[in-house]
């Protein structure tokens, strides 16, 4: 959420700020502002209203005491008393029409991005050169199958378009690439967390998923009970909610955690030709990377997790391209990002592995989550996330990378440890 003191002092700011995404929510600002000036002279009026009423509470009993009449203030009271209650409503109901306009702001992106949408995204550095093959090169649904790694057809008959079945030396690539992203955070000095995949509401509200995308998820609703709950879309909305409502001390951070889990997305599913086999699917894989800073911190912490998750990548052995997002192509939560998109080459373009996202203090403002500066001032804390990867289109990447002339594929060594087989051929 965006302070609303930064809106207060500098309007202008925020305007221009917002239409770096694309957006132009210059009305809804001013509504805001609206609202704020309202809230806060009603608040003033309410406050000396209370004063008034505190200062007469006191002369009752002195009145009393010198058998003096007390039913005129008494009569004065009850005035207040109504007053003061009809405009603690009006207050409410401004702070509740206040909030629901705030959260339709999306976080304020970075100065030094570009302004507009995908088109402006730019690229920063490429990995290894783009392969080249002597021979005919199969894509990797072909490849994939051929091979018996994943059963689409059985997927789509299980689960419907959009999902798929890891078999044999398919799911064992799978559960060797999260065995590998797992072993080398660990090694980083990541904690490991396993959380709840069904996720109460405030989970989202906080990552800022909802109310805006409350749509774009997997609703779950107990028929026994008024319980409802959400299947999480990455591990990040479990994470940057570990310490909601929480004061940490600055010597507690930064925080740093990783996290296996399936991610469920409504959105996924696309028939695209782009977005065939693995690209796209309501179901997959991701080890997610999250750190909670210090405002200090945080543009170190952004660039450790660029460079942990662009490691993986490059110890894969895979051709790819870091890009820095445009103010448009980041997510509403975020005020940077950078994407690590790997090459497909039976597509002939880049797709993304791992988003590394700065979202400030965007997130901590939602869910209360404060440090203790060396001051003893408290402080929002800020939350970042990256990919640390997701699987879903590192096997694509992997079997086209390196497949071969017989239709085998190349297991990239750092795995090899992990299936115990250099070379996946059919049969």
């Not at 405009?87 to 507009?116: M, R, S, T, V």
């Not at 409802?228 to 940057?240: D, H």
């Not at 740093?256 to 889990?261: D, F, H, R, V, W």
């Not at 979202?359 to 060396?374: F, H, I, M, P």
Request: hydrophobic share 35%.
């Amino acid at each position: 959420m965006v302070d609303i003191k930064l809106i207060r002092n500098d309007p202008e700011f925020v305007k221009a700020a917002v239409r770096k995404r694309e957006m132009n929510l210059d009305a809804v600002i001013d509504e805001i502002l609206d609202i704020d000036a309202q809230r806060r002279r009603l608040s003033g009026e309410n406050d000396a209203l209370k004063a008034k009423q505190n200062a007469a509470s006191k002369q009752i009993p002195q009145i009393k005491k010198a058998g003096g009449d007390v039913s005129a203030i008494m009569a004065e009271m009850k005035e207040l008393s109504a007053k003061i209650k009809e405009d603690d409503a009006a207050i409410g109901e401004l702070e509740a029409k206040q909030k629901d306009l705030l959260l339709a702001i999306p976080n304020l992106p970075d100065a030094d991005l570009a302004a507009g949408g995908k088109e402006n995204n730019q690229p920063v550095r490429y990995f290894g050169e783009k392969p080249t093959f002597d021979f005919p090169i199969k894509n990797h649904v072909d490849l994939c199958e051929s091979l018996g790694m994943i059963d689409y057809e059985r997927g789509a008959k299980l689960a419907g378009n959009g999902s798929w079945v890891y078999r044999g030396w398919g799911a064992r690539m799978e559960w060797a690439l999260l065995n590998f992203f797992i072993t080398e955070h660990i090694n980083d000095g990541y904690e490991l967390i396993l959380p709840p995949h069904m996720l109460g509401y405030d989970c989202g509200y906080v990552a800022g998923q909802f109310p805006k995308f409350a749509d774009e998820v997997y609703w779950i609703q107990n028929p026994t009970s008024s319980d409802k709950k959400f299947m999480l879309p990455t591990a990040e909305t479990a994470l940057v909610n570990l310490h909601r409502d929480e004061i940490l001390t600055k010597d507690e951070l930064p925080r740093k955690y990783i996290a296996y889990t399936p991610c469920y997305r409504r959105e996924a599913g696309s028939y695209r030709s782009e977005e065939r086999g693995m690209i796209r699917g309501h179901q997959f894989n991701k080890v997610e990377m999250v750190q909670y800073t210090t405002a200090d911190g945080s543009d170190a912490a952004f660039e450790e997790l660029v460079g942990k998750a662009e490691r993986l990548v490059q110890k894969l052995g895979l051709h790819y391209c870091l890009s820095k997002l445009a103010a448009g192509d980041c997510s509403f939560s975020m005020a940077r990002t950078s994407d690590i998109e790997v090459w497909i080459p039976s597509m002939e373009i880049y797709k993304e592995v791992s988003s590394a996202s700065n979202a400030r203090e965007y997130q901590a403002r939602r869910g209360n989550v404060k440090y203790r500066d060396e001051d003893g001032k408290l402080q929002f804390a800020h939350t970042l996330n990256a990919s640390g990867l997701a699987t879903s289109r590192v096997i694509p990447a992997i079997v086209e990378q390196y497949q071969n002339e017989d239709g085998s594929v190349t297991v990239p060594e750092v795995l090899r440890p992990y299936m115990g087989i250099d070379v996946i051929r059919k049969g």
